[in-house]
């Protein structure tokens, strides 16, 4: 298998790979790959936030309430659990 540093591009042998959370990183620019593997951790985790607070606190159980509450949130609710399939995926789950 060859490992690429997703910062510079260049190719590396084992031994001189460093990997965070799934990404490959040479010496130089392991600080940066945590970095910027963190932030883009962030960036989904807020997202994913914005998009869940649009129903939070919302009755969306089985009640009547909650059945409306569901109908017309539902493109909303589809989004969100497409976010946690991101993250998922992110952190190779
Ligand atoms: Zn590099």
């Known amino acids: 298998m060859a490992y690429i540093c997703s910062k510079c591009k260049k190719t590396l042998e084992s031994h001189e790979a460093y990997e965070y959370r799934g990404a490959i990183a040479c010496e130089d620019h392991f600080d940066e790959v945590i970095e910027m593997r963190d932030f883009e951790r962030n960036e989904i ?3 994913e936030h914005n998009k869940t607070k ?3 606190g919302l ?4 009640s009547e309430i909650g ?3 569901r109908k017309l949130l539902k493109p909303h609710i589809e ?3 497409k976010e946690s399939q991101r993250l998922r ?3 190779g789950r």
């Open 45 to 47: 985790i807020q997202d």
């Open 54 to 56: 649009t129903f939070k």
């Open 59 to 62: 009755d969306i159980s089985s």
């Open 67 to 69: 059945k409306a509450n």
């Open 79 to 81: 989004i969100a659990s």
């Open 89 to 91: 995926e992110y952190e």
